[in-house]
């Protein structure tokens, strides 16, 4: 695996900014729809007693997890240092296996998917029927990240854009 680190440019830190953006504002989104559920429903059952406290207990553990995306969004994502030092990197990994979609049972969403040797960023990538096509078993896949929160910016291989819907990180051992 390779890694190379550069500048960025405006257009690159415009993507950075408009995925921590889309991010964010679900985050929100999130918050304020579980708080109004938990709202809801605590109105929904106020003479059940003690019963309504089991009954709340789901959409509380499911609004705390959501606030605790939210504070990690707005407090504690590297956003703002990579934005100021305008730094990317460049990874280099290589395609280990392709799977295709809605013939593996263990894909869930029938997406095509590629999967990279292993390294500490991705383990793999579901992209579109075109870039599935284009690519081998062996080729170099560049990843275009932001220094500091590892956002994406470009994926690419042979010099052609790869369209992808969603990535997999790489679990954490």
């Not at 296996?97 to 990538?125: A, Q, R």
């Not at 579109?128 to 062996?138: C, L, P, V």
């Amino acid at each position: 695996m390779k890694i190379f680190e550069s500048d960025m440019s405006e257009e690159d830190a415009q993507k950075v900014s408009d995925a921590y953006s889309k991010e964010a504002n679900s985050s929100l989104f999130g918050v304020i729809f579980h708080v109004l559920i938990l709202i809801f429903f605590n109105f929904q059952f106020k003479e059940l007693g003690y019963y309504k406290y089991l009954i709340l207990l789901i959409p509380s553990i499911s609004t705390i997890y959501q606030l605790k995306k939210a504070i990690n969004i707005f407090f504690f994502n590297p956003i703002r240092k990579d934005l100021e030092l305008q730094r990317k990197i460049t990874i280099t990994l290589i395609i280990s296996k392709k799977t295709e979609g809605y013939k593996d049972f263990e894909l869930p969403n029938g997406s095509d998917c590629i999967e990279f040797e292993e390294n500490p960023y991705f383990s793999s990538l579901d992209v579109s029927g075109n870039s599935f096509h284009k690519t081998e078993i062996g080729d170099r896949v560049n990843f275009e990240l932001s220094k500091f929160g590892k956002w994406i910016i470009a994926v690419y291989s042979k010099s052609e854009k790869i369209d992808y819907n969603t990535y997999n990180h790489r679990k954490s051992e």
